[in-house]
């Protein structure tokens, strides 16, 4: 039988995964797959490769994945809050003088930090809540 327990370990590795998953799809760096397709499209020469191509598939499995497992685990009205919660959080942070509004970059950087962590949000909330309340999901019931 599967491992079941969820941990703060088992959130930080989704966390990770998704933050991987939007860092790579996208920053402010100029390295990302953002950065690749937009070099390989729209320079003077066509420059689609093989290894570009493999990474945009890549990186559209995961983005699939997420999204889907998102949506379904939280749903328009969740997926509403838990934004929510996380804009509040920065919105405060701002606040509080913490972080600046200064830089375009470091918001960059926060608001795709808030993308990865709604999306690790998502992966996990099925058993976040099963912890929390102490009931199973039902692909979880042995029969």
Do not use: C
């Amino acid at each position: 039988m599967a491992y079941n327990r969820f941990t703060l370990t088992s959130f930080l590795i989704r966390l990770i995964f998704a933050l991987t998953l939007v860092y790579a799809s996208y920053n402010p760096s100029g390295y990302s797959l953002f950065h690749w397709a937009k070099d390989a499209l729209f320079s003077s020469e066509l420059a689609i490769t093989p290894p570009f191509a493999m990474a945009s598939v890549i990186l559209l499995i995961g983005w699939t994945v997420y999204i889907r497992a998102t949506f379904r685990s939280l749903g328009p009205l969740g997926l509403t809050l838990v934004a929510a919660f996380f804009g509040i959080i920065v919105w405060w942070l701002i606040d509080l003088g913490w972080i600046g509004i200064d830089s375009v970059s470091v918001m960059t950087y926060i608001l795709l930090f808030l993308l990865g962590a709604i999306l690790a949000t998502g992966m996990s909330w099925s058993h976040i809540r099963r912890r929390i309340s102490g009931q199973a999901d039902v692909d979880e019931v042995d029969e």
